[in-house]
Structures are given as structure tokens and as C-alpha cells.
């Protein structure tokens, strides 16, 4: 009688044992492409996040002693799909989601989460956002159970124009973006704030482009060239940003590019050397930063398979989150959000803050342009081209910042 009871007692706590390790992790949903034409970014941004979970959280005892695990579910960059993984996740059991690539698939993720939070009081979910870099998404689409931890494209635009400003060498600019509400989004900004800055230059083209679709961007490039422009400005990303750059090195055209993701895998490939001094960068971090306290992280990284580090941002994100659950003593999303909310973090481009009235992260800014590795101001290449890039104008946190139009509905 007396084993049969410590059996019993020993198959209960090793069925416990069991559902203790089995839940002993925090897991988040990565929904972002991982097929079609933009699963490179989306699975190197899924690498991303693996490795900054386990370096930077796992591996210092993770959140409350539990470790944190993203999982992919692959949206394939679709918002109606996007909504679809969202409840695939929910049903898993999923509190939080991240999703970075394209801000239609943020509008129709946003919109997803409010609903559901509405229905469920008692099963929230919060939403990171890494990438997804349209205004409205903290202006007048606000939620509280949204953080944009990507500066907004207008604060990017604000920072590139203020650059072009100062460079009397432009005269015509043409605006080249995918058609969708980034693309529409960064035409508007550039054309807004040019006109203030810079009266004097001309918009002498503008083109939006199916998202995704181009094969071959050799007839944009053509109307740019018979447009006499010297300057593009674009905010294409992933594939649509390759090509768009291949093409113009295959025709020769000499203009420079602005861009947001001339960093991100697969671009400075397709760039190589014709792309030297004529590429300009707006972006968080890059490799060749001084100081560089993501250096190691980064080398470390890109040893790995199809491993390509160039989105510090994440890092952000994920040690952010981390330490809110920590102090918050909870994965409730409510109290996460609580706890993020006006968070000051020591990241490793400087100290950045998330705003409480609209949940959107500042933090430092830095123009950079493509060029030849030197070994000094350009230790490190990108993509073995032998091409890297070099710091041209920082911009701090504090100058980084624009007003919010949020109304924050809080629960």
C-alpha cells in the first residue's frame, strides 16, 4: 500500500515535472514573410531574433527564469494572412506577436489585435512592432497594445531631408516606392518636406510600382534617366530595393539614392561597387559605428548560415521587452505594456525611450553612405562586396523626435 502511494506520488510530480518544463518559456510569434519575394528578409529577421533571444536574454537567465523562444509563422507579407497566422497563433496559446515587414500587414495586425483584446479581456495580446514604419500606425491608429520599436518614416524622411538640405549639389529629385501605404507614405513626406527645405529643387518624377511584382525595374530606370534626375528617393526595401538598385547599376545611371534599407540582406550584393559614394543610408545602426558595442554580437552572427546582422533595432526590441516582463514580474500583456510604456533602456546606439503617448521608441538616428572598406572608417564590409558604411551625420534621440497626433484608448 505504502509503494503503491509513493508510485502514485512520483508519476504526479513527474506528469508536473513534465508541464513545468514543457511551459517553462515565453514564446512570441514572428509573423513575417518566410516565402515569396521577400522571404529573405523575413527568415534573416527571424535568425535575428533567435540569437538576440538567446545571447542577450537565455543566456543571462532569461525572463524570470524562463527562456524566451520566437516561432515563425509566415504571413507571406499578405495582411489577409497575416490576420489569418494571428488567430493560428492565438490558438497555440501565443500572447504576443511580432511583425515588422510591411505596414499593410501592421494596419490589418493592429485591427486584429483590438478586436480580439475587446472580445477577450481575460486573453490579450500585444503586438511589437520592429519594422512596420508608416506614421498613422502611431498617430491616428494608435493602441495600447502596439510599441513601434522602428523609428516612423517621417522621423527618418525629417533626417534625410534635413541632410539633402545642406547638399547644394541637388537640383531633381525623383521619388520611386512600392504602392502600398509605405510607399505612398514616403512619397508624401519627401515631397512635403523638400518644398520647406529646399525650394529650389525640382521633383522631376514620380513612380509607385506593384509591391513585390517587378521583375525587372530597367523601364523605372529608364524614365529616371530621360528625367535628368540626380538624386532618387526611395523607401523600397527587400527585394523591390535589389532589383530597383541592380538595374540602375546595369544602365549606368550615375544618380545617388536615398534609401531607409539599402542595409538589409541581399542589397549591398546587389549594389557592389557602382554603388560607392552614391548610396546614402538612414538607419539606427550599421556595422561600422563608433563606438560599435554590437560588433561582436554582429560578427558572431553573420558566421552562421545565411546569417546577415544589420537591424540593431531588434536587439532593442528584444531586450526591451525582456526587462519589462522582468521588472513587471509577469507575461500578462496588460502589465508588460504597463511597464514598457515611458521605459528608458540603455541600448547599444545610445539611450532610447519609448514614448508613453503613442508607444513609439526614439532613439539615435545615423546617415550613413556606401563605401569602399579602408580597414578604418570602413573596418568592416557588407556581404563580402568589399563595400561598407560610413557614418555621415548623427542624429540623437531627442533630435530624432516629432509631435504625435495619438488619442490613446487605454483598457
Known amino acids: ?9 512520483a508519476f504526479v510530480a513527474g506528469i508536473l515535472l513534465i508541464g513545468g518544463s514543457a511551459f517553462a518559456q515565453v514564446k512570441i510569434a514572428y509573423i513575417d514573410p518566410l516565402s ?22 537565455n543566456q543571462k537567465g532569461g525572463v524570470m527564469g524562463q527562456k524566451l523562444e520566437f516561432v515563425g509563422f509566415d504571413n507571406k507579407a499578405s495582411p489577409q494572412e497575416t490576420q489569418i497566422q494571428l488567430k493560428a497563433a492565438i490558438d497555440q496559446g501565443f500572447r504576443f506577436v511580432t511583425q515588422g515587414n510591411g505596414s499593410g500587414a501592421a494596419y490589418s495586425l493592429i485591427d486584429a489585435v483590438n478586436k480580439w483584446n475587446a472580445r477577450n479581456p481575460d486573453k490579450t495580446v500585444l503586438f511589437f512592432n520592429w ?17 513601434r520599436f522602428d523609428a516612423n518614416s517621417d522621423m527618418k524622411m525629417e533626417a534625410i531631408t534635413n541632410f539633402m538640405e545642406q547638399d547644394k549639389k541637388i537640383k531633381k529629385v ?19 518636406m523638400l518644398a520647406k527645405k529646399r525650394r529650389d529643387v525640382q521633383i522631376v518624377g514620380e513612380d509607385l510600382h506593384p509591391i513585390g511584382k517587378v521583375k525587372d525595374f530597367a523601364p523605372y530606370i529608364a524614365k529616371i534617366k530621360a528625367s535628368g534626375a540626380d538624386t532618387v528617393v526611395t523607401g523600397n526595401w527587400g527585394n523591390d530595393l535589389s532589383l530597383l ?18 542595409g538589409a540582406p541581399g542589397t549591398p550584393s546587389a549594389m557592389g561597387a557602382a554603388a560607392a559614394d552614391r548610396v546614402f543610408l538612414i538607419s539606427e ?4 559605428l563608433v563606438p560599435n558595442k554590437t560588433e ?9 548560415p545565411g ?5 540593431l533595432r531588434i536587439n532593442t526590441e528584444v531586450s526591451m521587452v525582456a526587462e519589462a516582463m522582468n521588472k513587471a514580474k509577469s507575461t500578462d500583456p496588460k502589465q508588460v505594456a504597463l511597464t514598457l510604456e515611458d521605459m528608458r533602456f540603455n541600448a547599444d546606439n545610445g539611450e532610447v525611450w519609448m514614448r508613453k503617448s503613442d508607444h513609439q521608441l526614439m532613439q539615435p538616428l545615423f546617415i550613413s553612405v556606401f563605401s569602399k572598406a579602408d580597414g578604418k572608417t570602413v573596418k568592416h564590409d557588407s556581404e563580402g562586396t568589399g563595400y561598407g558604411w560610413k557614418t555621415l551625420a548623427s542624429i540623437s534621440q531627442r533630435d530624432s523626435q516629432l509631435p504625435t497626433s495619438c488619442i490613446m484608448e487605454r483598457p
Open 307 to 311: 546569417g546577415e546582422f544589420s537591424t
Open 1 to 9: 500500500m505504502k509503494n503503491t502511494t509513493i508510485q502514485r506520488l
Open 174 to 192: 525623383y521619388i520611386i516606392g512600392q504602392d502600398y501605404a509605405h510607399g505612398h507614405q514616403v512619397a508624401k513626406a519627401t515631397k512635403e
Open 285 to 288: 545602426w550599421h556595422m561600422n
Open 36 to 57: 515569396g519575394p521577400f522571404a529573405n528578409v523575413g527568415e534573416n529577421g527571424l535568425k535575428a531574433f533567435k540569437e538576440a533571444a538567446e545571447v542577450l536574454v
Open 296 to 304: 561582436q554580437f554582429a560578427l558572431a552572427f553573420n558566421k552562421k
Open 245 to 262: 538598385i541592380k538595374a540602375a547599376k546595369d544602365s549606368g545611371l550615375k544618380a545617388r539614392f536615398y534609401t531607409y534599407y539599402a
Open 131 to 147: 519594422a512596420a514604419v508608416d506614421p498613422t500606425l502611431t498617430n491616428e491608429k494608435c493602441s495600447f497594445w502596439h510599441f
